[in-house]
């Protein structure tokens, strides 16, 4: 059946502009074009009331993350390997051998729990919930395949300007981000990565997670 319809939208994109497809092929819902990032054009519901409700869970659960900044699961890795560096400094102070970098290595994580707090966006969190409204035409859109759009994810984001549009489309109270330019976008999210990066190696350092156990992939 997958390759039918794979064969169905090989040739409707070949007789016609994506930009034209106002109705979803599969569902009986109106549709607008979105963006196209390679050869894959993305659309998303006219009207969103219209999403399925088994897909309007993770899209609560997503916009939440994204308002927060910090998802319960960073919560939790900053807190226990906060208390990870606290309980071996304490041990150390019991051995009469104190290591103070454990207990500089506990506030250097609260600072960066504060600093993540004061993001005006969090890009993985807006990433996954910019794909919940946005699909390809052979997604299936009744329900929210996790797998599937991690892989949809990680293909956007190669292309950075969809940030831009995300925010725009998808936010409100980012007018100070959209007023930068191209170069200075960048740079902030360059910014944004590199305390990202900085927290995970914290967090790591505390012996409590593995590289697989980490938050999310690459902004």
Known sequence: MK????????????????????????????????FTVGSKHYYRLLHDYDIFESRFRYLKTFYQEVENKLTSNDINQFADATGKYIEDYEKSLHKGEPQPDL??????????????????FEPTSLYKYASVFYFDLQEDILDYDVEYNHEKIVYWSKKKTLLILFLKELMTGVDNLLALSKEDFNTYLSELQQKNDKQQKL????????????IEAEI
């Open 3 to 34: 390759h039918l319809y794979n064969l169905y939208y090989y040739f409707l994109f070949k007789v016609k502009d994506p930009k034209k497809v106002t109705a979803h092929p599969r569902y009986d819902k109106q549709i607008k074009y979105g």
């Open 103 to 120: 207990l500089a290595k506990a506030k250097d994580l609260q600072s960066e729990v504060k600093y993540r707090s004061e993001w005006l």
């Open 203 to 214: 967090i790591l350092e505390s012996g409590l997670l593995s590289n697989k156990n980490t």
